[in-house]
């Protein structure tokens, strides 16, 4: 049950990095058997809410140096719930600029279908918290973040 000496598993900027709800059930599936019995696992999620906050900064500089430029933009698509960041970055060498292009993309999920999800695989919901680690009602308007705090049943 478990792997011996493992008190906690976290997840930190992790959840709405993962594409659907499928691959959470098999993440939390692999936390439970990792974890004994009785112990922690604690993850944030960025809201709906608050993912579509981050994008309303659109085009930003965000370095500006001699030889490196970085630009982000952020997109929130309302119809597939992500929130998309491009990187543009422009680095001169060899008296040339070369351009690198990225993006992140994350996937907003509803707190209640999370909580859902934790219990379909065996934790017990302890705590929603808002990120000052305070309890909260997750459906509150203006939740930007929240902590889950899970117990291994």
């Known amino acids: 049950d478990g792997l011996e000496g493992t008190d906690m598993v976290t997840a930190f900027d992790l959840i709405n990095e993962m594409?659907?709800?499928?691959?959470?059930?098999?993440?939390?599936?692999?936390?439970?058997?990792?974890?004994?019995?009785?112990?922690?696992?604690?993850?944030?999620?960025?809201?709906?809410?608050?993912?579509?906050?981050?994008?309303?900064?659109?085009?930003q500089l965000i370095l500006n140096e001699d030889d490196l430029v970085a630009y982000a933009n952020n997109i929130y698509n309302y119809e597939r719930q992500t929130y998309t960041r491009?990187?543009?970055?422009?680095?001169?060498?060899?008296?040339?600029?070369?351009?690198?292009?990225?993006?992140?993309?994350?996937?907003?999920?509803?707190?209640?279908?999370?909580?859902?999800?934790?219990?379909?695989?065996?934790?017990e919901l302890n705590a929603i918290l808002d990120s000052r680690l305070n309890v909260i009602d997750p459906t509150k308007p203006g939740t930007l973040r929240v902590v889950f705090i899970a117990v291994k049943q």
């Open 19 to 59: 594409g659907n709800l499928r691959d959470l059930g098999t993440l939390f599936e692999g936390v439970n058997k990792l974890l004994p019995s009785g112990k922690w696992f604690v993850f944030d999620l960025h809201t709906t809410e608050g993912l579509a906050r981050q994008s309303e900064t659109r085009d």
């Open 86 to 123: 491009e990187f543009i970055v422009f680095q001169h060498q060899a008296d040339q600029w070369h351009r690198i292009s990225a993006l992140r993309e994350a996937r907003a999920y509803p707190v209640q279908a999370i909580a859902t999800l934790l219990q379909r695989n065996g934790f």
